[in-house]
């Protein structure tokens, strides 16, 4: 299963922010549309991720002024990504690896879409629940 199945079934919409918005507002947008984070692009590029746990952290070492200042003061900026082509497997294994839930496809240069933790769950529970069918068959021999 590739990630490539993944985005043709949830598609390539990819909610984005610029890096001068402020950390109240990309909170905002988090809670709008129930997402974990946002992909900050300087025009197509992307320039860094900020997750909910970036706002939390951030909130939590230096209280409530933290929401008036940009999101580049305190996303990552070293974005990892992965291709349509790469396995759902390989992209669980970068997910455990490094300890985020969020990595955004990129394909020719350009954003392809975002894979999270629950979309990988997902896939990985149905591929499971097939084999399983796939063995009862056998073992029955229908
Ligand atoms: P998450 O578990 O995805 O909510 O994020 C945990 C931490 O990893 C936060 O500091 C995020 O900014 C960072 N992060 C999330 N996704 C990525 C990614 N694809 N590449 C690099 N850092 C990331």
Redesign the pocket.
């Known amino acids: 299963m590739l990630v490539s199945d993944i985005l043709k079934a949830k598609g390539s919409d990819v909610v984005s922010a610029a890096s001068a918005i402020s950390v109240a507002d990309a909170a905002k947008l988090l809670a709008e549309k129930r997402i974990?984070?946002v992909l900050i692009l300087d025009g197509k590029r992307i320039a860094?991720?900020?997750?909910?746990?970036?706002i939390v952290?951030t909130l939590a070492a230096e209280g409530p002024s933290c929401l008036d200042g940009p999101v580049q003061r305190i996303?990552?900026a070293?974005?990892?990504?992965c291709r349509p082509d790469q396995t759902i497997s390989e992209v669980m294994e970068m997910m455990t690896r490094?300890?985020?839930?969020?990595?955004?496809v990129v394909e020719d240069g350009a954003v392809a879409g975002m894979v999270s933790i629950g979309d990988v769950v997902k896939w990985r529970l149905e591929e499971a629940q097939e084999e399983v069918r796939q063995m009862a068959a056998y073992v029955s021999g229908t």
């Not at 860094?48 to 970036?54: T, W």
Request: proline share 4%; net charge positive; no cysteine.
């Open positions: 974990g984070s860094g991720i900020l997750s909910e746990r970036d952290r996303m990552t070293k974005v990892i990504t490094h300890r985020f839930r969020h990595v955004p």
